[in-house]
């Protein structure tokens, strides 16, 4: 039976055998040596109760003495075992301080220390490369596979980049989708490229997950010191800024640092000022462009488009300023004050023509968005049978419970649905039909080539053949010339829009063009013009 109290490992049960084994071994020695009438016969030998006294003061200072002895000894083991129990704690600790709780990998805390102690060493001949590495497809992982499936990879792309980087250097987990190396000691730019890759290399083999396998993609991002700096937060900034680009140039991009990426970060910083202060004062506006119908050769209706005219960087891309008003959170704001000026534009058309306008996959996050949209509808009078709102893929990729709610809120007021740059997304077949779509526009980047590609032209045949199959229209976008109007019209294109037709007019402009194609329609009518003379 084994009994709780008696724990060999614990010091108290040490210390009482111990004693015990002493008055054990007392007891026996005065036996063998007869101690105890030896001190009888001495105390009827002296009746000095003074030495009396003496003797027991003796004994009980021996006592103590001896009792002391084991006490001391016993607190010294004591706090030696709590020190060293200590010492482990604090080092496990800052261990977990430095070090990445899931991949085992070290930190953004350890990777700075481990590049500030390189840096100390760095010169012209002996450089430090700093890599980041920003993961592509992370997040699609996570939306279709689940977190379990999300982790496994991540997990294992680190051991790929382990393995290839060996020992040269440090690699560090230093956010959620991104890792940093550290490549101390390179003599030339060769060494952090062949690394780069090879790690992109890596990156493009598949990953298994326990639903299916995943695809992932690295951009990496490199400055090199001290060419690029001696300073640890400017070297990473300067990396982060080659990433950074590396991820705008695509998929599996590598960027080493450039002087000029700094003015294009500065620019960005004034332009995102500029533009915080546009919307607050209404400056941005939408212009329109004519949707046309292939069949009736008309105008049917117009797409909004935003336009940006600056006192200081003179017209800005809408694909520039738009992505910056994603970033920063005020695409809600811009997408509400654009949608209300364009109502109450279109609420002056004629009745027949539609409005199309652009909803971003951040708006669509929103679940307040469609009944904020309802609202603008009623405060501007324009009828929501009317309108057209354009979505690409990529807004049915996430959060799709959030965007098919606030596509069903606005499809059940009579507001229709187009699909935008079908085919340039990742969403499945099926993601798309769950819409219940009206319309599928064909990107421009398809059109364009009809001229010149063979797949062009199959691709865009089968987009207008798949619409035709589910009953719904097509829009080409960015119809530039006849012959991709005539292979168009010829496999049943609906409708189209390009500068073929018109470029985007502000609203003042719109009359103008509804007043040409009624005077092209009344000189067709005689049979002396067509609208595509």
């Known amino acids: 039976m084994h009994a709780d109290w008696f724990d060999w490992r614990s010091s108290a049960t040490r210390d009482l055998v111990v004693l015990s084994g002493g008055v054990v071994l007392a007891s026996i020695l005065v036996h063998v040596y007869k101690v105890a009438p030896l001190l009888f016969q001495l105390g009827q030998g002296y009746v000095d109760s003074a030495l009396d006294d003496i003797v027991f003061i003796l004994i009980v200072a021996v006592f103590l003495c001896v009792a002391l002895t084991i006490f001391s000894v016993r607190r010294y083991r004591d706090l030696a075992r709590e020190t060293k129990a200590r010492a482990i704690a604090e080092g496990e600790a800052r261990d977990l301080a430095r070090q990445d709780p899931l991949t085992g990998l070290p930190n953004r805390r350890l990777f700075n220390e481990k590049l500030d102690a390189c840096l100390g060493l760095a010169h012209d001949t002996h450089q430090v490369a700093v890599l980041l590495l920003g993961l592509d497809g992370f997040k699609r992982i996570k939306d279709k596979h689940g977190h379990a499936a999300e982790d496994k990879a991540l997990c294992e792309f680190a051991n790929r980049v382990a393995e290839i980087l060996h020992k040269d250097g440090v690699l560090a987990r230093i956010g959620g989708d991104e890792f940093g190396i550290v490549l101390p000691g390179i003599s030339s730019l060769e060494t952090p490229t062949n690394l780069a890759r090879r790690i992109v290399a890596s990156a493009t083999e598949t990953f298994a997950t326990e639903t299916g396998a995943a695809d992932l993609a690295v951009a990496i991002g490199i400055a090199i010191a001290p060419t690029d700096g001696m300073n640890l937060h400017e070297l990473v900034r300067r990396a982060e800024r080659a990433l950074y680009r590396a991820q705008g140039d695509g998929r599996s991009h590598v960027r080493f640092f450039e002087p000029e990426m700094d003015m294009h970060v500065d620019r960005r910083i004034q332009i995102e000022r500029e533009l915080r202060s546009a919307i607050k004062a209404d400056i941005i506006e939408p212009h329109y462009q004519s949707i046309v119908s292939l069949k009736g050769n008309c105008i049917i209706g117009f797409e909004a488009l935003a336009r ?226």
Not at 362 to 370: A, E, M, N, T, V
Not at 401 to 419: E, T
Not at 450 to 476: C, E, H, M, P, Y
Not at 509 to 515: D, F, I, Q, T, Y
């Open 308 to 533: 940006w005219e600056n006192r200081t960087w003179g017209r800005i891309p809408p694909d520039v300023f738009i992505p910056i008003a994603e970033e920063t959170g005020l695409i809600n704001a811009l997408g509400d004050q654009l949608f209300r000026r364009a109502c109450f534009d279109a609420d002056a058309w004629p009745e027949t023509l539609r409005l199309a306008f652009n909803i971003s996959p951040i708006q669509l996050r929103d679940p307040g968005l469609g009944q904020r949209m309802l609202s603008i509808l009623a405060q501007t009078g324009f009828s929501p049978h009317r309108l057209e709102i354009e979505v690409t893929e990529s807004a049915f990729v996430r959060k799709t419970g959030v965007a098919k709610s606030v596509i069903d809120v606005l499809r059940q007021a009579g507001v229709r649905i187009a699909l935008d740059d079908f085919g340039t997304g990742y969403a499945t077949l099926s993601q798309l039909l769950s819409f219940r779509l009206d319309k599928i526009k064909i990107d421009r980047s398809f059109v364009s080539h009809l001229n010149d590609s063979t797949d062009s032209q199959l691709i865009v045949r089968a987009i207008i053949g798949l619409a035709k199959g589910f009953g719904l229209t097509t829009t080409a976008e960015g119809v530039e010339d006849a012959g991709q109007l005539a292979y168009l019209v010829a496999n049943g294109c609906t409708e189209a829009q390009g500068y073929l037709f018109s470029d985007a007019v502000p609203a003042t402009g719109v009359h103008a063009l509804l007043s040409a194609e009624s005077d092209r329609m009344a000189v067709a009518k005689d049979g002396t013009r067509t609208l595509h003379d």
